[in-house]
């Protein structure tokens, strides 16, 4: 696993942004946002991870809806309602990839704005997690127009619902231990 400090220098298609985060240039939305959580790296992903937690920690998620059967599995779906920009946005992603402990991804292909979220998950010297929030896509129509503008949205939207698991996670609340 990579991270932006060092992934994509080699690629011409990388740009690092003054906060310490990167994108894609060949990607209309590609925003990467990476926090370090005082916590075990299997808490982090186990609390991260479950969709039933993800209004608790995402400020825009408003609604949650399994479309099969628990447990979460490569090829789960889950159905989202979200706020972004003023906008209601209903949404189901797949489950793509999940290695526990280590990496979640899930995609979506409906609507105006097809997207690819990853969580990935490492340990730190310390002992704590860090963890890596990838959304990746490409817009369509109008959308597509306001791509720039979506992903400084984004960004700055990541950075709050990173720092929010972070407090969540670190206050002991999820049910593990302190």
């Known amino acids: 696993m990579t991270f932006p400090s060092t992934r994509g220098w080699n690629c011409p298609s990388w740009k690092r942004l003054r906060d310490g985060s990167s994108y894609d240039v060949t990607v209309p939305v590609d925003v990467e946002t990476i926090i370090e959580i005082d916590r ?3 808490e982090v992903a186990a609390f991260a991870s479950d ?15 399994w ?10 779906r889950i159905a989202f309602v979200a706020r ?9 992603y797949e489950v793509v990839a ?3 402990d280590e990496s979640f991804v899930m995609r979506t292909a409906e609507g105006p704005f ?22 990746r896509g490409e817009p369509a129509g109008f959308s597509r127009i306001a791509a720039p503008m979506m ?19 670190e206050s002991g609340v999820t049910g593990f231990p302190s």
């Open 40 to 42: 075990s790296r299997a």
């Open 51 to 65: 969709p039933d937690n993800a209004t608790s920690w995402y400020e825009n998620i408003e609604l949650v809806e």
């Open 67 to 76: 479309k099969t059967p628990r447990p979460l599995e490569v090829g789960s």
């Open 84 to 92: 972004f920009l003023g906008r209601r946005l209903a949404y189901t």
């Open 98 to 100: 999940l290695n526990q």
């Open 114 to 135: 097809p997207m690819e979220t990853t969580y990935t998950w490492s340990d730190t010297l310390s002992g704590g997690t860090r963890m890596t929030l990838r959304n």
């Open 151 to 169: 992903a400084s949205a984004m960004r700055r939207a990541n950075r709050k619902d990173l720092t929010r698991l972070k407090q969540i996670v």
